[in-house]
């Protein structure tokens, strides 16, 4: 989502540059008493321009943290110079409040904190210089608590800005994800429905033959073998082509029913039980209480079989996977706990994309499948994993009584 954040439009931003350049400028130029004197601070004025005018002229060509700390810093020390440079300008205290709002442009929160910290350590030294040495702020001096008010409330005023900028943009950044995971359900769904029907019908006769040479007594044991291994293939392929349809044409007249959590998690467990031996791996049901959603039965086994099977083939031989379910008031939250290989941020944004697994053979179709489920009865699916330490799912839904 790095894009989400650093696109600008070249156009508009080179145009409201320009006028900026255009205003300092005409700062230097006209109406300057400074101006035709050319003496220390006129120089300091002139170089803190040329400064600021290149790094804004820059800035789309190094869109990094480091160059917009760069800008936010030059900008801030502009203003403070414009601020020493003309003491009886009294509206150059105005731009000495709003220094922050430069870095809310950026949408970077740490550029925020730093500009609002920078920019009240400045203040706080300019009052003190203001009340001990220079006596020519008159403006200030006069009403300082005032004016030590008025500063902080811009900062509280700025900061809320900020805050609610922020969470709009939040929203906004998730409200995108949603659409790119909707746009790949569709283009999967327009590829199931084009041709998994296609697909299947010469994969049933090819695997009615197979069957039928497997019962052939012509053919030696170890040909059967590979009998056998095509047709196991074969049912793989079968497997990914029903998911396929799954998630193309999904069942929207499937039966709602109340679901006893402990019963289906007593179920899938012994039905697991005998694939976890495979690893020596363990399915531990740690708390499990009397828990009720509105679901369909058999969709909702299917999605916790996806998610627990995925955790067994994810753990250490001789680790065991830990389950449990609870109420958290609205919400039934089932966790499943897995100490196995983990995986990173990256790896967890992208389960449920087509096509990507972290299994050799995987096809990822069976967690996009698993959260289609969870969207189907008002659900959510969180993962929570590190690298080398394992997962942990949390799956919630809303409790129903029974």
Same mark, same amino acid.
Request: a neutral charge.
């Given at each position: 989502?790095?894009?989400?954040?650093?696109?600008?439009?070249?156009k508009?931003?080179?145009?409201t540059?320009?006028?900026?350049?255009?205003i300092?400028?005409?700062?230097l130029?006209?109406g300057?008493?400074?101006?035709g004197?050319?003496?220390?601070?006129?120089?300091?004025?002139?170089?803190?321009?040329v400064?600021l005018?290149a790094?804004?002229?820059?800035?789309?060509?190094?869109?990094?943290h480091?160059?917009?700390?760069?800008?936010?810093?030059?900008a %801030?020390?502009?203003?403070?110079?414009?601020?020493?440079?003309?003491p009886?300008?009294w509206?150059?205290?105005?731009?000495?409040?709003?220094?922050?709002?430069?870095?809310?442009?950026?949408f970077?929160? #740490?550029?925020?904190?730093?500009?609002?910290?920078?920019?009240?350590?400045?203040?706080?030294?300019?009052?003190s210089?203001?009340?001990?040495?220079?006596?020519?702020?008159?403006?200030i001096?006069?009403?300082?608590i005032?004016?030590?008010?008025?500063?902080?409330?811009?900062?509280?005023?700025?900061?809320?800005?900020?805050?609610?900028?922020?969470?709009?943009?939040?929203?906004?950044?998730?409200?995108?994800?949603?659409?790119?995971?909707?746009?790949?359900?569709?283009t999967?769904?327009?590829?199931?429905?084009?041709?998994?029907?296609?697909?299947?019908n010469?994969?049933?006769?090819?695997?009615?033959?197979?069957?039928l040479?497997?019962?052939?007594?012509?053919?030696s044991?170890?040909i059967?073998?590979?009998f056998?291994?095509?047709?196991?293939?074969?049912?793989i392929?079968?497997?990914?082509?029903?998911?396929?349809?799954?998630?193309?044409?999904p069942? #929207?007249?499937?039966e709602v029913e109340?679901?006893?959590?402990?019963?289906?998690?007593? %179920?899938?467990?012994?039905?697991?039980h005998?694939?976890?031996?495979?690893?020596?791996?363990?399915?531990?049901?740690?708390?499990?209480?009397?828990?009720?959603?509105?679901?369909?039965?058999?969709?909702?086994?299917?999605?916790?079989?996806?998610?627990?099977?995925?955790?067994?083939?994810a753990?250490?031989?001789?680790?065991?996977?830990?389950?449990?379910?609870?109420r958290?008031?609205?919400?039934?939250?089932?966790?499943?706990v897995?100490?196995?290989?983990?995986? %990173?941020?990256?790896?967890v944004k992208s389960?449920?994309i087509?096509?990507?697994?972290?299994?050799?053979k995987?096809?990822g179709l069976?967690?996009?499948?698993c959260?289609?489920?969870?969207? #189907?009865?008002?659900?959510t699916?969180?993962?929570?994993?590190?690298?080398g330490?394992?997962?942990?799912?949390?799956?919630?839904?809303? %409790?129903?009584?029974?």
């Open positions: 989502m790095k894009e989400f954040y650093t696109h600008i439009n070249k508009i931003y080179y145009f540059v320009l006028i900026v350049i255009a300092m400028i005409m700062g130029l006209m300057n008493p400074r101006f004197k050319f003496d220390y601070g006129y120089f300091i004025h002139v170089g803190l321009v400064i005018t790094c804004l002229l820059l800035y789309p060509k190094y869109i990094t480091v160059f917009r700390l760069i800008v936010i810093t030059v %801030s020390v502009y203003f403070y110079a414009l601020f020493f440079l003309y009886d300008t509206s150059t205290f105005i731009f000495l409040c709003f220094i922050p709002a430069i870095a809310i442009l950026f970077d929160s #740490k550029l925020f904190y730093f500009s609002l910290l920078l920019n009240s350590v400045f203040i706080m030294f300019t009052f210089y203001i009340m001990l040495i220079d006596q020519g702020y008159p403006y001096k006069q009403d300082l005032g004016n030590v008010i008025n500063f902080i409330g811009s900062q509280v005023i700025i900061y809320f800005i900020f805050y609610l900028s922020l969470g709009r943009i939040k929203k906004q950044q998730l409200y995108y994800e949603q659409i790119q995971h909707s746009e790949r359900l569709k999967t769904g327009q590829l199931a429905a084009a041709v998994a029907h296609e697909i299947r010469p994969l049933t006769v090819v695997k009615g033959f197979l069957q040479y497997q019962k052939d007594a012509g053919f044991d170890d059967k073998g590979n056998t291994l095509m047709i196991d293939e074969l049912n392929a079968e497997q990914v082509i029903t998911q396929f349809l799954s998630i193309a044409k069942n #929207k007249e499937t109340t679901v006893n959590l402990k019963i289906v998690l007593k %179920s899938v467990t012994d039905l697991l005998s694939y976890g031996l495979l690893h020596d791996n363990k399915i531990e049901l740690i708390r499990v209480e009397d828990c009720y959603i509105a679901a369909n039965n058999i969709e909702f086994k299917q999605l916790l079989i996806n998610i627990i099977k995925n955790a067994i083939e753990s250490k031989f001789g680790d065991s996977v830990f389950v449990s379910a609870s958290e008031k609205d919400f039934v939250e089932i966790k499943v897995d100490y196995g290989q983990g995986m %990173s941020e990256a790896e389960l449920g087509p096509f990507y697994s972290l299994k050799s995987g096809t069976g967690m996009m499948v959260y289609n489920i969870a969207a #189907k009865y008002k659900g699916i969180d993962f929570q994993s590190t690298k330490e394992g997962t942990t799912v949390t799956i919630r839904f809303p %409790s129903k009584n029974p």
